[in-house]
Nanobody, 124 residues
């Protein structure tokens, strides 16, 4: 079992930056692929970014590529999402997720554990 707690969301103007954190507890953090997803009102939850267990491989949705960076600190059991040049369309609840196993995937149903989410609102 893994417990995930996100933090760092908030209200920011377009063009600004935020850094989300996700603290994990429970089983060995380094054994999990980590991902960030988001869900805007009236829309399905969508993939944002994912990171391999050792942090060596990263994957991004086209909509955030070049603006967002996912990283992890296995010593601190934490995964981060640095979000730069934010746009109003980035407004959503952002969720951290963990997946047992080695394959880095982008589908929501492939992840085993989820945090409660943190709200990100980007004003125009």
């Amino acid at each position: 079992q893994v417990q995930l707690v996100e933090s760092g969301g908030g209200l920011v103007q377009a063009g600004g930056s935020l850094r989300l954190s996700c603290a994990a507890s429970g089983r060995t953090f380094s054994g999990y692929v980590m991902g960030w997803f988001r869900q805007a009102p009236g829309r399905e939850r969508e993939f944002v970014a994912a990171l391999s267990r050792n942090g060596g491989s990263t994957y991004y949705a086209d909509s955030v590529k070049g603006r967002f960076t996912i990283s992890r600190d296995n010593n601190k059991n934490t995964v981060f999402l640095q979000m730069n040049t934010l746009k109003p369309e980035d407004t959503a609840v952002y969720y951290c997720a963990a997946r047992a196993g080695a394959a880095v995937v982008t589908t929501t149903d492939s992840y085993d554990y989820w945090g409660q989410g943190t709200q990100v609102t980007v004003s125009s």
